[in-house]
């Protein structure tokens, strides 16, 4: 099932946030989103999780508009993780991932295990018994994604991720896109924004690049992540180099005069 | 603790609690006048103790809960019916039509007139202030307190205002009444409670998933499959009424919606499956101790329940804030 939406814009007191974007979210790839800050990635998310209503525009899951499919329906079909998780309650990190499993409406020993096996994927057992909220920024990010993953079931088609891992080291990172790619290569539809180009190229099939609300290019990941391409939408002088077929960056400002 | 067991340890403590609050009273009674239908002893057991025993469970049980409900519904564990205006516009209501109902109140409308007025009261605030305090990011804590104290004050001048309106009586039953007490507790208003407060007490029950969902944030809810704008309004609905039921018939008693919910997080967790009906329980249990020692204390006189609970939820709710501020990281 893919998620398609059309000439989405979407305006706030005044500015344009989106501009007629379109975007295609096929069955089993994995489109990271990249921009610069303000650049309206977190906007094109919400549009697409379908929390904001566009100002022009549709969503279309399979064949039906987003918004007219039924609450649970839709979380069953669409998991989504945002970037703000404002819970400020004392549960344990095993209750906060049991949440996620609510729309599948399993009964409580398959629930149970459902969220086991999640937490064992992103090496959360040890965690478990612990108070969410006395865990660190990144761990907190981990059991969250946990949570959003535990919503995935049979039916879910979907799965869009807001800087998934902007807060975690660097195992940890590439733990948790490894998981959201094994999703996608078993048939899922992903997006994630990430500002890693590092990770971006490691896990993405597709990019699509946002500037100032406009899709700047979107593809395949090598036609996308050219020098140009990223020159012009961070304003900074990248570099690629292909080793062994995967590309590094580096990256450094225009008129940059190294200190010595 | 588990839930189970802290839900066992209350029902076992219920027992003495409520034989006690049976018992106690500026009018000590014998055990085999009890047995005399129609005896002096037999009346006071019941016709005044024990609709009045009624009554604090219910409405301990009530203000608990729906405090547990309302703290879910701001997501924040500060928030409480008297904290944020919701019991003094309930109580602004009833005073306004205790003070102009006049001839009204003694129809044949006139026994649900005043929680009716209560309840239309609470709604009002309810929604008012989660209407200030709701931003697309979430509720703001500082809004939402700095809403209630605005609409507390807006709402003690009225009731200010009022008394200069009202006879000798109706200002003496206000000003009573206000500092919230089950003196004059008879069957007819204990049944009334029982008979709006138990369908809002199961109403509330039902919900404790889907308030945990709202926990995690109102998007986060959304997503997962919650229609978050029924949820807040099946909330709001049931607060104001089980608020105002409470406010019309006992007068203003705080803090119980602030400190049991906080008490039983404490003890075992902020799952709202559990922390429902335990809040219920300890609420009830709490009210009733409550109202034994507004009988106790200055005996034969006797102190508005209000003050009690006052005197000892508010020292509660300094420390909770003390402990919010140093003990959390």
Same mark, same amino acid.
């Given at each position: 099932? $893919?998620?398609?939406?059309?000439?989405?814009?979407?305006?706030?007191?005044?500015?344009?946030?989106?501009? #007629?974007?379109?975007?295609?979210?096929?069955?089993?790839?994995?489109?990271?989103?990249?921009?610069?800050?303000? !650049?309206?990635?977190?906007?094109?998310?919400?549009?697409?999780?379908?929390?904001?209503?566009?100002?022009?525009?549709?969503?279309?899951?399979?064949?039906?508009?987003?918004?007219?499919?039924?609450?649970?329906?839709?979380?069953?079909?669409?998991?989504?993780? $945002?970037?703000?998780?404002?819970?400020?309650?004392?549960?344990?990190?095993?209750?906060?991932?049991?949440?996620?499993?609510?729309?599948?409406?399993?009964?409580?020993?398959?629930?149970?295990?459902?969220?086991?096996?999640?937490?064992?994927?992103?090496?959360?057992? #040890?965690?478990?018994?612990?108070?969410?909220?006395?865990?660190?920024?990144?761990?907190?990010?981990?059991?969250?994604?946990?949570?959003?993953?535990?919503?995935?079931?049979?039916?879910?088609?979907?799965?869009?991720?807001?800087?998934?891992?902007?807060?975690?080291?660097?195992?940890?990172?590439?733990?948790?896109?490894?998981?959201?790619?094994?999703?996608?290569? !078993?048939?899922?539809?992903?997006?994630?924004?990430?500002?890693?180009? #590092?990770?971006?190229?490691?896990?993405?099939?597709?990019?699509?690049?946002?500037?100032?609300?406009?899709?700047?290019?979107?593809?395949?990941?090598?036609?996308?992540?050219?020098?140009?391409?990223?020159? $012009?939408?961070?304003?900074?002088?990248?570099?690629?180099?292909?080793?062994?077929?995967?590309?590094?960056?580096?990256?450094?400002? !225009?008129?940059?005069?190294?200190?010595? | 603790?588990?839930?189970?067991?802290?839900?066992?340890?209350?029902?076992?403590?219920?027992?003495?609690?409520?034989?006690?609050?049976?018992?106690?009273?500026?009018?000590?009674?014998?055990?085999?006048?009890?047995?005399?239908?129609?005896?002096?002893?037999?009346?006071?057991?019941?016709?005044?103790?024990?609709?009045?025993?009624?009554?604090?469970?219910?409405?301990?049980?009530?203000?608990?809960?729906?405090?547990?409900?309302?703290?879910?519904?701001?997501?924040?564990?500060?928030?409480?019916?008297?904290?944020?205006?919701?019991?003094?516009?309930?109580?602004?209501?009833?005073?306004?039509?205790?003070?102009?109902?006049?001839?009204?109140?003694?129809?044949?409308?006139?026994?649900?007139?005043?929680?009716?007025?209560?309840?239309?009261?609470?709604?009002?605030?309810?929604?008012?202030?989660?209407?200030?305090?709701?931003?697309?990011?979430?509720?703001?804590?500082?809004?939402?307190?700095?809403?209630?104290?605005?609409?507390?004050?807006?709402?003690?001048?009225?009731?200010?205002?009022?008394?200069?309106?009202?006879?000798?009586?109706?200002?003496?039953?206000?000003?009573?009444?206000?500092?919230?007490?089950?003196?004059?507790?008879?069957?007819?208003?204990?049944? @009334?409670?029982?008979?709006? /407060?138990?369908?809002?007490?199961?109403?509330?029950?039902?919900?404790?998933?889907?308030?945990? @969902?709202?926990?995690?944030?109102?998007?986060?809810?959304?997503?997962?499959?919650?229609?978050?704008? &029924?949820?807040?309004?099946?909330?709001?609905?049931?607060?104001?009424?089980?608020?105002?039921?409470?406010?019309?018939? /006992?007068?203003?008693?705080?803090?119980?919606?602030?400190?049991?919910?906080?008490?039983?997080?404490? @003890?075992?967790?902020?799952?709202?499956?559990?922390?429902?009906?335990?809040?219920?329980?300890?609420?009830?249990?709490?009210?009733?101790?409550?109202?034994?020692?507004?009988?106790?204390?200055?005996?034969?006189?006797?102190?508005?329940?209000?003050?009690?609970?006052?005197?000892?939820?508010?020292?509660?709710?300094?420390?909770?804030?003390?402990?919010?501020?140093?003990? &959390?990281?």
């Amino acid at each position: 099932m $893919t998620l398609q939406a059309s000439a989405l814009t979407v305006r706030r007191s005044g500015r344009l946030l989106l501009d #007629a974007v379109d975007v295609t979210l096929a069955a089993g790839s994995l489109t990271v989103v990249l921009g610069p800050n303000g !650049a309206g990635k977190s906007t094109l998310l919400h549009v697409l999780a379908g929390l904001e209503r566009p100002d022009a525009g549709s969503v279309w899951l399979g064949n039906q508009p987003l918004l007219s499919i039924a609450a649970l329906e839709r979380a069953r079909r669409l998991a989504v993780m $945002t970037q703000d998780q404002p819970l400020d309650f004392a549960f344990n990190v095993e209750e906060v991932v049991l949440l996620g499993a609510y729309p599948l409406g399993l009964g409580r020993a398959e629930e149970r295990a459902h969220c086991h096996h999640g937490l064992q994927r992103l090496e959360l057992q #040890a965690l478990a018994p612990r108070n969410y909220l006395s865990l660190s920024g990144g761990e907190q990010q981990r059991v969250q994604l946990a949570r959003v993953l535990a919503q995935c079931g049979e039916e879910t088609a979907v799965l869009l991720l807001d800087e998934p891992v902007s807060a975690m080291d660097l195992r940890h990172q590439h733990l948790c896109l490894r998981q959201l790619r094994i999703l996608a290569d !078993a048939g899922a539809a992903v997006l994630v924004i990430l500002h890693d180009l #590092a990770l971006a190229a490691r896990y993405a099939d597709r990019v699509l690049l946002l500037k100032q609300g406009q899709v700047l290019a979107q593809g395949a990941m090598l036609d996308t992540m050219t020098p140009s391409c990223l020159s $012009t939408l961070f304003d900074v002088r990248v570099e690629v180099a292909l080793v062994e077929g995967v590309p590094r960056f580096s990256s450094s400002l !225009a008129d940059d005069t190294v200190l010595s | 603790m588990s839930a189970r067991r802290l839900g066992l340890l209350l029902w076992l403590l219920l027992l003495p609690v409520v034989l006690t609050s049976l018992w106690v009273g500026p009018v000590s009674l014998s055990s085999d006048a009890l047995l005399q239908p129609g005896s002096r002893d037999w009346l006071i057991l019941f016709e005044l103790r024990l609709p009045r025993l009624v009554m604090s469970l219910a409405a301990g049980a009530i203000l608990a809960i729906t405090g547990a409900s309302i703290q879910a519904l701001f997501r924040n564990s500060l928030a409480d019916p008297g904290l944020i205006g919701i019991s003094a516009g309930a109580a602004l209501a009833a005073v306004a039509v205790l003070v102009f109902g006049g001839a009204w109140l003694l129809g044949p409308f006139g026994p649900v007139l005043v929680p009716l007025a209560a309840f239309a009261g609470g709604l009002l605030v309810t929604a008012l202030v989660l209407h200030i305090a709701r931003t697309p990011r979430g509720v703001s804590v500082t809004t939402m307190l700095l809403a209630g104290i605005a609409l507390n004050s807006i709402a003690a001048a009225a009731i200010g205002v009022m008394k200069y309106f009202s006879d000798e009586l109706s200002l003496r039953q206000v000003t009573f009444w206000l500092l919230g007490n089950l003196h004059s507790t008879d069957w007819s208003s204990a049944l @009334l409670l029982l008979v709006i /407060g138990g369908p809002v007490l199961l109403l509330l029950l039902r919900e404790g998933q889907q308030l945990n @969902l709202l926990l995690l944030g109102e998007s986060q809810a959304r997503l997962l499959g919650v229609v978050t704008s &029924r949820l807040r309004r099946r909330l709001v609905l049931l607060v104001a009424l089980g608020v105002g039921t409470v406010v019309s018939l /006992g007068g203003l008693i705080g803090f119980i919606g602030l400190v049991v919910p906080h008490l039983v997080r404490l @003890l075992c967790g902020p799952d709202n499956r559990a922390l429902l009906p335990l809040s219920a329980l300890l609420g009830a249990l709490l009210l009733t101790l409550a109202d034994i020692l507004a009988r106790l204390l200055v005996s034969p006189a006797e102190l508005p329940i209000g003050i009690v609970t006052a005197l000892i939820g508010g020292p509660f709710f300094l420390f909770m804030i003390l402990y919010r501020q140093r003990g &959390r990281a």
